[in-house]
């Protein structure tokens, strides 16, 4: 019996461009509207999980497009300020295809979430440890430009599919490249694919004619 069973097929949407959550890793939230503390409330009330996906150019203001490729997360951390707003914490369980986007009778959008084409999300892929002096390498020139910060000793020290996956959501790609990070398979693919974006990123910095 596969391990996604285990997990939601009709699934809560929570839509934000540029964020992406890889499976393993931590996403803080702040929730504040309203349609959107409906669907944390539904969801403690129910698996606990709820999706998240990245809207794409496409459909109409308050119903965008949204991108084939989720993750589904489960709340580990639930808190409710004074104002009424939620601060949650979502841990990246698998990503998923959006089969179909469901008609349901809720303020957010549902969809019925495919896991077939990430079954090994649920099984640590191997370190990446051959790109991690071409990634520290890179970051170091990538911080820079983008003005990112960083604390050098906790990265060094990181575990390097986690650095990959926390400069991935971290660093300010387009939704294309946080899209390509996101479906690329964890470990030394994503890493690849990474260092090629920063690469890409560092050379438009450059003077023509200079490698």
């Given at each position: 019996?596969?391990?996604?069973?285990?997990?939601?097929?009709?699934?809560?949407?929570f839509?934000?461009?540029?964020?992406?959550?890889?499976?393993?890793e931590?996403?803080?939230?702040?929730v504040?509207?309203?349609?959107?503390?409906?669907?944390?409330?539904?969801?403690?009330?129910?698996?606990?999980?709820?999706?998240?996906?990245q809207?794409?150019?496409?459909?109409?203001?308050?119903?965008?497009?949204?991108?084939?490729?989720?993750?589904?997360?489960?709340?580990?951390?639930?808190t409710?300020?004074?104002?009424g707003?939620?601060?949650?914490?979502?841990?990246?369980?698998?990503?998923?295809?959006?089969?179909?986007?469901?008609?349901?009778?809720?303020?957010?959008?549902?969809?019925?979430?495919?896991?077939?084409?990430?079954?090994?999300?649920?099984?640590?892929?191997?370190?990446?440890?051959?790109?991690?002096?071409?990634?520290?390498?890179?970051?170091?020139?990538?911080?820079?430009?983008?003005?990112?910060?960083?604390?050098?000793?906790?990265?060094?020290?990181?575990?390097?599919?986690?650095?990959?996956?926390?400069?991935?959501?971290?660093?300010?790609?387009?939704?294309?490249?946080?899209?390509?990070?996101?479906?690329?398979?964890?470990?030394?693919?994503?890493?690849?694919?990474?260092?090629?974006?920063?690469?890409?990123?560092?050379?438009?910095?450059?003077?023509?004619?200079?490698?």
């Amino acid at each position: 019996m596969s391990q996604t069973n285990a997990l939601p097929r009709e699934i809560a949407l929570f839509p934000i461009r540029g964020c992406i959550l890889p499976p393993g890793e931590n996403l803080p939230l702040n929730v504040f509207e309203p349609r959107y503390l409906n669907m944390v409330d539904d969801a403690m009330a129910g698996s606990g999980h709820i999706a998240m996906v990245q809207p794409r150019p496409g459909g109409a203001p308050d119903k965008p497009a949204l991108e084939r490729i989720a993750t589904a997360g489960r709340i580990v951390s639930h808190t409710e300020t004074q104002d009424g707003r939620y601060l949650i914490v979502l841990t990246g369980v698998s990503r998923f295809a959006i089969a179909a986007e469901l008609d349901r009778k809720t303020p957010y959008r549902v969809a019925r979430a495919d896991y077939a084409e990430f079954e090994g999300d649920l099984i640590a892929p191997a370190p990446a440890e051959g790109h991690r002096a071409r990634l520290m390498g890179l970051m170091t020139g990538y911080f820079s430009h983008t003005g990112l910060t960083a604390d050098w000793d906790a990265l060094r020290a990181a575990p390097v599919n986690a650095l990959v996956d926390r400069v991935a959501m971290a660093a300010p790609f387009s939704v294309e490249d946080k899209q390509a990070l996101l479906a690329a398979p964890g470990g030394a693919p994503r890493a690849e694919c990474l260092c090629a974006l920063m690469e890409e990123a560092l050379a438009k910095t450059r003077p023509a004619g200079h490698a």
